[in-house]
């Protein structure tokens, strides 16, 4: 591969550019094609002088790596400007509903001097020549794409300017854009659209162009409403489901009782296809494929199905199997405790839970002799295109993968197991399959958080604390959908201490960071075996962070009581970075801490560092009996968080509204992890099998006062924000519950050995009969 114009050999940047000014390319071809070329990207951490060493994320972190990877390519992406003058962009991100798709509009709009309604952004499908650079995840989206989107867009707006310019007969210095219409002194104009058409060129052509300063613009860091937003509420947003693909039909898959087992014979086939609706039954690797006309009848199908099973990859095991394995795995806490010095400790354990989204699992699949086409949600198209491809046995470039907005992601959808069914599906009835999971699939054999350990041991000396160990045991999580290769790939460029890690330890070693001077400072990550195909894990919304800040979190708590200081203080004496404290004494005086509390209720104060900015959380919970035991039709009560404050810096901020929604969504998520929401592992199976049985954060438990605040930040560029907000919320619900119970939790969530709250559904057959009683439940 060759070096971009603007690198040199090395592929590192050339310096000869300003850091406003930037290189992009006016590519050849009938209409106005523009593209940016990008040695650009996020500028990486800084270490600061401070009295603990610094840790690896503070010099070198996860983002630097991802946006390292994904620069060589950059210039492969492009913006086109069609005859009516709009702006047509194919982001190489995939929109889940983190509003990437309404941030990145609002970049081109500024830079072209274009209204937002008349950008046009739509998803990439799979493009291999981008290499590591269609891959979105670890809130990376808008810290790699910031400058080259914006790059892109200034290089159409010169090349527009420019051609306007020669048809106009003045110069390009003096003309002026309003609203796609360009003007000159004299009032003569011409639009974008006519521009356009005299702007192409036959060959490429490399231009230089200077970004729009902060100071000039008008629609980044206003809050603005999400572009699809309409029509996600009146239902005419389409997602994998709504697509109407010629002869695509519904199609459900009868699964394993055991997690991960497989199918042997099927006894009744030709009953079974027999049943109305039902055109095709076969044997797939993950278990029996049902096609029918609708999917009442796949479900009626699946139910039906007597199946042959051989075993699981974890036959008869439970949770309390898995932390024994656990448990033999950890590594020891080794800083020696100096003569005199006493210890805090802490030792916890972090359950299961499902990574399922809102919308299920799903793709369409149309498999030919010689061809494929995919049209799923997928985080790591090119991935899935090279997975896909080795299934069929295809050549790479034979299947196409068209990417489609999702309901949600958390991790999820960087795998392609619906995908890669689907085609197996296609490929096994010879016709086009619309293959949806059902809701009891997710928890019981789809993607999990997974099981861990963590244990603390702080060492405390002459009023100081010297030392900060923390040893982090899990089942091993599975990286290998794109991010695991991105890591070999710059595994040169990583800094010194990372090789012969795993993709896990690798992954943890960069996004890992305990931001207070406690002098030596050790974080390590271990997993309990080599085998990732054991449970089906995945990187979960902030994978490592909210179990290893709540771990943290709890300890400071514990620390300052040792010192017998408030903890709020004490956690501003010891914070290294100025932009950690101020989130933390702006959230403390938002929610007004330390403020008289009823007994049984009690505040929680908590913070993250982690993707260029800084989170900090409050929160007030009540754990009073008349609350703890309050009845709710089929819900999960216990503790309630009342109020939430949250706190974050994110750099510049693109788009207010977003960070507001994506902090919310990150509280959710963190009160559910801290108090309700897990898997329980029993015989070699997950017993939840609905979002309801897994107790994620409902109505009943959402604090009734909701306060996010944006701060001004001093940094340029954005941080990311998608999954900001959950480990410091996790945290402080943990921090709240111990000050009002007096009981510092060990266990997460808090209510894991309490005897279950539903009553498990069958695993054979593997799905619930359709309900049939909806119109019961609406008053």
């Known amino acids: 591969m060759g070096t971009s114009p603007s690198q040199d050999p090395s592929g590192q940047p050339s310096g000869r550019l300003s850091r406003r000014s930037f290189v992009g390319y006016v590519l050849g071809g009938a209409t106005l094609v523009v593209a940016a070329d990008l040695g650009l990207g996020a500028t990486p951490a800084q270490a600061l002088p401070i009295s603990s060493a610094p840790q690896i994320p503070e010099i070198y972190d996860l983002n630097d790596l991802v946006t390292q990877a994904g620069t060589p390519t950059a210039h492969l992406i492009t913006i086109h400007i069609d005859e009516a003058g709009d702006a047509h962009f194919a982001m190489p991100r995939m929109e889940v509903g983190q509003g990437i798709t309404t941030s990145t509009a609002m970049l081109i709009a500024e830079e072209l001097d274009l209204p937002l309604e008349r950008v046009h952004v739509s998803l990439a499908p799979a493009r291999p020549e981008l290499l590591f650079n269609q891959l979105t995840g670890g809130s990376n989206t808008t810290i790699s794409t910031y400058t080259p989107f914006r790059v892109a867009a200034a290089v159409a707006r010169k090349a527009l300017l420019d051609a306007a310019a020669i048809q106009l007969g003045a110069l390009a210095s003096t003309l002026v854009v309003k609203g796609g219409v360009i003007f000159d002194t004299l009032g003569n104009s011409l639009s974008y659209g006519e521009a356009a058409a005299l702007a192409t060129s036959p060959t490429d052509r490399q231009v230089s162009v200077s970004l729009k300063p902060l100071s000039a613009r008008e629609l980044v860091g206003i809050p603005q409403g999400r572009i699809d937003a309409r029509d996600a509420v009146t239902g005419r947003k389409q997602f994998a489901m709504d697509l109407d693909v010629p002869d695509a039909l519904p199609t459900m898959v009868c699964r394993a009782p055991d997690l991960n087992g497989k199918p042997r014979e099927i006894r009744n086939q030709a009953a079974v296809e027999a049943m109305p609706g039902v055109t095709h039954v076969a044997i797939i690797a993950t278990g029996v494929a049902v096609r029918a006309r609708t999917f009442g009848q796949c479900i009626d199908a699946v139910r039906a199905l007597d199946v042959s099973w051989a075993p699981g990859t974890v036959p008869g095991k439970s949770s309390t199997d898995v932390l024994a394995e656990l448990r033999r795995a950890e590594l020891p806490l080794a800083a020696p405790a100096p003569l005199g010095s006493t210890t805090v400790e802490g030792n916890f354990v972090f359950h299961f839970r499902s990574g399922s989204a809102l919308e299920p699992n799903c793709a369409v699949a149309d498999v030919r002799a010689d061809a494929a086409t995919i049209w799923a949600g997928l985080k790591s198209p090119i991935d899935t295109q090279s997975k896909v491809a080795d299934e069929l046995g295809l050549p790479q470039s034979k299947v196409t993968v068209n990417v489609v907005q999702g309901g949600g992601s958390f991790g999820r959808k960087l795998f392609s197991d619906a995908a890669i069914e689907a085609a197996r599906a296609s490929k096994a009835f010879g016709a086009p399959v619309k293959l949806m999971w059902h809701r009891a699939d997710e928890p019981r054999q789809g993607r999990v958080h997974p099981m861990i350990t963590s244990r ?288 510092m939790p060990t266990e997460f969530p808090i209510n894991f050995a309490a005897p279950l709250h539903f009553e498990p559904k069958p695993f054979i057959p593997s799905v619930p009969a359709s309900p049939t009683n909806g119109l019961d439940y609406v008053s």
Not at 697 to 721: K, Y
Request: hydrophobic content about 40%.
């Open 456 to 743: 603390i041991r702080a060492t405390v000396l002459l009023g100081s604390v010297v030392t900060f160990e923390q040893r982090h045991t899990a089942v091993p999580t599975d990286f290998t959908h794109g991010l695991g290769e991105r890591l070999t790939a710059q595994a040169s460029a990583l800094p010194p201490g990372l090789a012969g890690l795993t993709f896990s330890e690798a992954v943890f070693t960069l996004s890992q960071e305990l931001p207070y001077n406690f002098g030596i400072v050790t974080q390590l990550l271990n997993e309990s075996s080599l085998d990732v195909h054991r449970f089906n894990t995945s990187s979960v919304r902030n994978v490592f962070s909210p179990e290893v800040r709540c771990a943290n979190e709890l300890m400071i708590d514990q620390l300052a009581k040792r010192f017998k200081e408030d903890p709020l203080e004490f956690r501003l004496r010891h914070l290294k970075h100025e932009r950690v404290k101020h989130v933390l004494r702006r959230a403390a005086a938002l929610g007004n801490w330390g403020r008289p509390m009823p007994a049984g209720t009690a505040q929680g104060i908590a913070i993250h560092k982690e993707y260029k900015g800084a989170t900090a959380v409050l929160v007030e919970i009540d754990c009073r009996p008349e609350t703890m035991n309050r009845k709710v039709r089929d819900a999960v009560t216990g503790p309630r968080v009342t109020k939430a404050v949250v706190v974050v810096d994110c750099g510049l901020v693109v788009n207010p509204r977003g960070v507001e929604a994506q902090m919310m969504g990150g509280l959710m998520d963190g009160v559910a992890q801290a108090l309700t929401y897990s898997n329980h592992l029993v015989d070699g199976h997950f017993l939840e099998a609905s979002w309801d049985n897994s107790a994620y954060t409902r109505q009943w438990n959402v604090p009734l006062d909701f306060v996010c605040e944006v701060v001004d930040s001093d940094r340029e560029e954005p941080g990311g924000v998608g999954e900001a907000g959950v480990a410091a919320s996790m945290s402080a619900v943990a921090c709240a519950y111990t000050r009002a119970t007096g009981k």
